[in-house]
């Protein structure tokens, strides 16, 4: 009898085991890029001048450390505006300015009132979902007189979501509209404890059941301690926690525009620096949508005033930049929505 039920209990883990290898060998062959040179030629619509003439100038002392309820800020959000409608991006029907206002009453009286700047690309097919691709666009501004340029935290990242978006539209204009729709979102209030995308997620403007994805990018134009400058690397936070999905889904990117080495150390559940809880993508994450954080680490000039555009690595960005392009294309045109379970 003992031997019976031993031997039926060993059955039944190695089924168990066989349906956990199983059901993630489906999940990662089911990750199937479609029309790659496509991707491909829209992807290399991303370039570093054009990258470059964006951060020179919100990193510029116009705009002042583009600091949450100030001048350089709100000067900062007209010139994000004014891209999306020179590139003829449209704002969404919720915010036909492509604004939302954060009041001051939600923001304190320390920091007054601010925005964020949102843009939109209508899907053709899953028309009630869409994507977040997002930066946030705030910075530390002017202490003790000396401005923080903040040209890496985060002109890099706002750079990225600006040139993502164009490259969008484009295939748009071409034919190739993304299946779901597509949000472009500049948050505001980063740097005072994710405000402006607490405030996003507890007054949507789009429903948060329907949002099926949020990535986001939180310095990408940099190298950090732990590499050398010539290294092609990226920090993704956040991918194993949603969904299995979403991790094949990154890993399949690389490679199809541009390879870069993807680096996961930072996403562990008890990782000392708590990456995961420091980004605008952490308030998405606390509704169940599956993030990912793209990340280059910390180095010397960080929330400093010497964090300057001459300092980017350009080349670095457009890799980086044309990466996550390649990611959003999937999550945007995926033929169902994402495995939200973890398989374990
Ligand atoms: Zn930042």
Known sequence: MK?????????VGSCTTLRYSEKIKNLKDGVVYE????????????????????????????Y????????????????????YKTNSIEPLEAAPNYSQIVPESYLGEKYGTSENVI?????????DEYIIIGAHLDHEGIV?????????????????VMEIAQAFKLAAQNGYSPKRNIIFLHVTAEEVGLQGSRYYTENPLVPLEQTTAMLNMDMI?????????????????????????????????NGLATTIDLDYRYGEENESN?????????????????VIFFFNGEHEDYHKPTDTE????????????????????YLANMDHRMELDLIE
Do not use: C
Not at 4 to 9: D, I, K
Not at 310 to 329: C, G, H, M, P
């Open 310 to 329: 001459d300092k980017i690595n350009y080349q670095l960005l457009e890799k980086r930049s044309k990466y996550i392009f390649t990611v959003a294309w």
């Open 119 to 127: 843009a939109f690309i209508k899907g053709t097919d899953y028309t």
């Open 221 to 253: 134009g940099r190298t950090d301690y732990k590499h050398e400058p010539t290294d092609d690397y990226l920090y993704l936070i956040g991918v194993n926690r949603h969904s299995n999905e979403l991790k094949f889904i990154a890993e399949k990117a």
């Open 274 to 290: 708590r990456y995961y809880y420091r980004s605008d993508h952490y308030n998405f994450a606390q509704h169940n949508i599956p």
């Open 64 to 83: 002042e450390g583009r600091r949450v309820g100030q001048k350089g800020h709100e000067m900062a959000a007209a010139f994000v505006k004014n891209y």
């Open 144 to 160: 003790e007189d000396q401005i923080y340029f903040g040209a890496d935290d985060n002109a890099s990242g706002t750079a990225a």
């Open 35 to 62: 029309q790659p040179q496509i991707i491909k030629s829209y992807a290399n619509t991303i370039s570093q001048v054009d990258l470059k003439l964006i951060i020179s100038e919100l990193a510029s002392d116009k």
């Open 3 to 11: 031997i019976t039920f031993l031997t039926a209990l060993f059955l």
